[in-house]
């Protein structure tokens, strides 16, 4: 009896056992069917997205452009992120993120099904909407080609895309993808950015306590932030950590140093305010020839021709020159003036340094790239250039007595006059550069023609429109400040011309250069000629307009410039590696008032940049063609006796001061 009703309880607990396993078997096997019905369902209903863009993923990328140091000047993006191949990051990096966010990612097909089931439970059980049991494929999935919204539909499809994906790329592809393009926090998406924003260092110099720490960010950026939550921060390290060493890719010992390992912020990197006029134009340049999503998104790097430390100087010597105009006005005066400055490398022209105005801030019209403004005197070394090249020598004698000209109009006439009011009468060439005579360049410009002097210019980098009548002697046509200085390379060179170059090189996101700098010779005036110009110009600065300019230890040369009523001001001079031109003026084309020169506005703000450049003393190097010789003054006539009218003179040794010169009986032929 005993017997039997053992033998029926078993039975009975063996029939309650197998019922039970016999539900819970067709639960999952329902559930599982239903699930399989519902994928097919999707795929065939619903519009699952192509995964064929995964193949050749190019996410929108961060431009950089960099000084002539190497160092971040500015990024451009619409999402900062800089795009390195696996290989690029240290080894640990992966490990970290596959042990934090998806441990069986090497296993798993793409999804790890019964992770996706135990969330789904989870979540029907809470009667909550989550994203638990996403694997790091399917998190490549959301992010590139579904929306971030939490429903049981995008989740399905997300596993679909998932599986399709661990099937046409391999897993270092997979983590590629997922390792870039991931949100980090702090507008930081992917590795390197990150590891740049909390770092201030790249991917690959990372240690594993920073791995750790990056590892931990994506669940919650903003949650595990180190910058607002630190407490939170150390706790989602020490879990990543102790992932690693549970799946064997670091020991616990190395979990525990990393652990302990102090952690160093790095700083926010700022664009540099004086640069950015400098940024501006390069950032135009890029837009201009490889269009607004290359520049914003194609992370491209660019590298600059700028010296940071020789812009923060430029940028002080104009604020500090436009103060001390300020202080020199007795009257009131509405508004202050602007001012700009360019400073090229003599020999290369590689601009070193740029100011576009008094404050970016307030403005951002560049007056140094965009604005066009008369030169006055300071265009005149073009005229006395393209005389010397034709049969003219420093001591050629031209009159400087009163002209009349005939005027635009029918029956006008033009009476150039010079900025003192006095005429000096016999004047050699030299002279009347140097003293900035403007009956003498008028009358000069009579005498070569127009044309030559057109042809000079553009071919020394002048690309503004120039006046075809005898005002372009005085600087009537308008310029900007970067095509003249740039001009002046050519005297500064021995006749070599140096088109401004503010780009050095320029790389795609994959390393592959698209431009480089590569300097081409062009010799568009003889280096005697040039030499001369230079000579004379000396002058200027020791004798003439430009005296303000005084006071380099090596030698210089240049020019000033005024224009009618004093609205603009300028002096662009050099040394043998230095070229720097400054302008000042009203934007509205207001007089800077009486007196206000290019030697007294411009020539000391020139001076006060150019004493701050780290130069070895040089001198302008003499052309084998030159010679130098005791000339008379007054009658531009070599003399032996090298008296006390005499001056000391260079000249080309085929343009001698004994040969006959052109005539100037002073009579005007119009």
Same mark, same amino acid.
């Given at each position: 009896?005993?017997?039997?009703?053992?033998?029926?309880?078993?039975?009975?607990? *063996?029939?309650?056992?197998?019922?039970?396993?016999?539900?819970?078997?067709?639960?999952?096997?329902?559930?599982?069917?239903?699930?399989?019905?519902?994928?097919?369902?999707?795929?065939?209903?619903?519009?699952?997205?192509?995964?064929?863009?995964?193949?050749?993923?190019?996410?929108?990328?961060?431009?950089?452009?960099?000084?002539?140091?190497?160092?971040?000047?500015?990024?451009?993006?619409?999402?900062?992120?800089?795009?390195?191949?696996?290989?690029?990051?240290?080894?640990?990096?992966?490990?970290?993120?596959?042990?934090?966010?998806?441990?069986?990612?090497?296993?798993?097909?793409?999804?790890?099904?019964?992770?996706?089931?135990?969330?789904?439970?989870?979540?029907?059980?809470?009667?909550?909407?989550?994203?638990?049991?996403?694997?790091? !494929?399917?998190?490549?999935?959301?992010?590139?080609?579904?929306?971030?919204?939490?429903?049981?539909? $995008?989740?399905?499809?997300?596993?679909?895309?998932?599986?399709?994906?661990?099937?046409?790329?391999?897993?270092?592809?997979?983590?590629?993808?997922?390792?870039?393009?991931?949100?980090?926090?702090?507008?930081?998406?992917?590795?390197?950015?990150?590891?740049?924003?909390?770092?201030?260092?790249?991917?690959?110099?990372?240690?594993?306590?920073?791995?750790?720490?990056?590892?931990?960010?994506?669940?919650?950026?903003?949650?595990?932030?180190?910058?607002?939550?630190?407490?939170?921060?150390?706790?989602?390290?020490?879990?990543?950590?102790?992932?690693?060493?549970?799946?064997?890719?670091?020991?616990?010992?190395?979990?525990?140093?990393?652990?302990?390992?102090?952690?160093?912020?790095?700083?926010?990197?700022?664009?540099?305010?004086?640069?950015?006029?400098?940024?501006?134009?390069?950032?135009?340049?890029?837009?201009?020839?490889?269009?607004?999503?290359?520049?914003?998104?194609?992370?491209?790097?660019?590298? +600059?021709?700028?010296?940071?430390?020789?812009?923060?100087?430029?940028?002080?010597?104009?604020?500090?020159?436009?103060?001390?105009?300020?202080? $020199?006005?007795?009257?009131?005066?509405?508004?202050?003036?602007?001012?700009?400055?360019?400073?090229?490398?003599?020999?290369?022209?590689?601009?070193?340094?740029?100011?576009?105005?008094?404050?970016?801030?307030?403005?951002?019209?560049?007056?140094?790239?965009?604005?066009?403004?008369?030169?006055?005197?300071?265009?005149?070394?073009?005229?006395?250039?393209?005389?010397?090249?034709?049969?003219?020598?420093?001591?050629?004698?031209?009159?400087?007595?009163?002209?009349?000209?005939?005027?635009?109009?029918?029956?006008?006439?033009?009476?150039?006059?010079?900025?003192?009011?006095?005429?000096?009468?016999? !004047?050699?060439?030299?002279?009347?550069?140097?003293?900035?005579?403007?009956?003498?360049?008028?009358?000069?410009?009579?005498?070569?023609?127009?044309?030559?002097?057109?042809?000079?210019?553009?071919?020394?980098?002048?690309?503004?429109?120039?006046?075809?009548?005898?005002?372009?002697?005085?600087?009537?046509?308008?310029? !900007?400040?970067?095509?003249?200085?740039?001009?002046?390379?050519?005297?500064?060179?021995?006749?070599?011309?140096?088109?401004?170059?503010?780009? #050095?090189?320029?790389?795609?996101?994959?390393?592959? #250069?698209?431009?480089?700098?590569?300097?081409?010779?062009?010799?568009?005036?003889?280096?005697?000629?040039?030499?001369?110009? !230079? $000579?004379?110009?000396?002058?200027?600065?020791?004798?003439?307009?430009?005296?303000?300019?005084?006071?380099?230890?090596?030698?210089?040369?240049?020019?000033?410039? +005024?224009?009618?009523?004093? $609205?603009?001001? *300028?002096?662009?001079?050099?040394?043998?590696?230095?070229?720097?031109?400054?302008?000042?003026?009203?934007?509205?084309?207001?007089?800077?008032?009486?007196?206000?020169?290019?030697?007294?506005?411009?020539?000391?703000?020139?001076?006060?940049?150019?004493?701050?450049?780290?130069?070895?003393?040089?001198?302008?190097?003499?052309?084998?063609?030159?010679?130098?010789?005791?000339?008379?003054?007054?009658?531009?006539?070599?003399?032996?006796?090298?008296?006390?009218?005499?001056?000391?003179?260079?000249?080309?040794?085929?343009?001698?001061?004994?040969?006959?010169?052109?005539?100037?009986?002073?009579?005007?032929?119009?």
């Amino acid at each position: 009896m005993a017997a039997g009703k053992k033998t029926n309880n078993r039975n009975r607990i *063996w029939t309650w056992t197998h019922v039970h396993l016999s539900v819970y078997l067709l639960t999952i096997t329902s559930l599982l069917t239903l699930f399989i019905g519902i994928v097919l369902f999707l795929f065939l209903a619903l519009n699952i997205p192509d995964i064929s863009s995964l193949a050749s993923y190019t996410p929108p990328a961060t431009t950089v452009i960099l000084d002539k140091n190497g160092r971040q000047l500015d990024t451009i993006f619409t999402q900062n992120r800089f795009v390195v191949p696996i290989d690029s990051m240290p080894k640990d990096l992966p490990l970290a993120f596959v042990a934090a966010e998806d441990a069986r990612f090497f296993q798993h097909p793409g999804v790890d099904a019964w992770s996706t089931l135990r969330a789904l439970l989870h979540n029907l059980r809470k009667g909550e909407k989550g994203q638990g049991g996403s694997t790091i !494929t399917q998190q490549v999935a959301r992010a590139l080609l579904l929306s971030p919204e939490k429903t049981y539909t $995008r989740k399905i499809k997300e596993a679909i895309l998932a599986y399709r994906i661990d099937k046409v790329l391999s897993k270092k592809e997979i983590l590629h993808i997922y390792l870039n393009q991931i949100y980090f926090g702090e507008g930081a998406y992917g590795v390197d950015a990150a590891a740049r924003v909390y770092f201030g260092k790249k991917a690959v110099d990372l240690n594993l306590a920073e791995i750790a720490i990056l590892a931990g960010l994506p669940q919650a950026p903003s949650r595990y932030s180190p910058f607002k939550h630190f407490d939170l921060t150390k706790k989602r390290q020490a879990y990543v950590l102790n992932r690693m060493a549970e799946e064997g890719y670091i020991t616990a010992t190395m979990a525990r140093k990393a652990f302990a390992h102090p952690l160093l912020w790095g700083a926010p990197v700022e664009t540099d305010d004086d640069s950015r006029y400098f940024v501006q134009y390069v950032k135009k340049y890029i837009q201009a020839k490889y269009g607004w999503e290359a520049l914003m998104t194609g992370g491209l790097t660019i590298e +600059t021709t700028l010296d940071p430390n020789l812009q923060k100087s430029a940028t002080a010597a104009v604020k500090r020159g436009v103060a001390k105009w300020v202080v $020199r006005r007795s009257k009131k005066i509405s508004g202050l003036p602007q001012a700009a400055l360019v400073a090229m490398n003599a020999s290369t022209g590689e601009v070193r340094a740029l100011v576009g105005g008094t404050d970016f801030n307030k403005s951002q019209f560049d007056r140094a790239t965009q604005a066009r403004r008369q030169p006055g005197s300071a265009f005149k070394p073009i005229v006395y250039a393209a005389a010397l090249k034709d049969s003219f020598t420093p001591a050629s004698i031209i009159m400087d007595k009163p002209l009349v000209l005939t005027g635009s109009s029918p029956g006008s006439t033009w009476q150039p006059q010079n900025f003192d009011g006095r005429f000096t009468g016999p !004047t050699t060439l030299e002279s009347a550069l140097i003293h900035s005579r403007n009956i003498v360049t008028v009358k000069l410009l009579q005498k070569i023609g127009i044309e030559p002097v057109r042809e000079l210019a553009r071919d020394m980098g002048v690309s503004s429109q120039l006046n075809k009548n005898l005002s372009l002697a005085l600087g009537s046509s308008e310029v !900007t400040l970067l095509e003249l200085t740039g001009a002046y390379t050519t005297f500064a060179n021995l006749g070599q011309a140096s088109r401004p170059v503010f780009i #050095t090189k320029i790389t795609d996101r994959n390393g592959n #250069t698209l431009e480089s700098f590569k300097r081409k010779k062009r010799q568009v005036l003889d280096e005697e000629t040039a030499y001369l110009i !230079t $000579r004379i110009m000396q002058g200027v600065i020791e004798e003439g307009t430009g005296k303000s300019a005084r006071g380099l230890a090596q030698e210089a040369a240049g020019k000033t410039g +005024t224009t009618d009523t004093y $609205r603009d001001a *300028w002096f662009i001079g050099y040394t043998p590696q230095m070229v720097c031109g400054v302008w000042m003026g009203f934007d509205k084309k207001l007089s800077l008032g009486n007196n206000e020169t290019g030697g007294l506005a411009c020539a000391p703000i020139w001076l006060d940049f150019m004493q701050k450049v780290p130069m070895q003393v040089q001198k302008f190097p003499v052309p084998e063609g030159i010679v130098f010789l005791p000339v008379d003054q007054q009658t531009g006539k070599f003399n032996p006796s090298n008296s006390d009218k005499s001056t000391w003179m260079a000249f080309s040794k085929e343009r001698m001061p004994w040969l006959e010169q052109p005539d100037d009986s002073g009579q005007n032929k119009e």
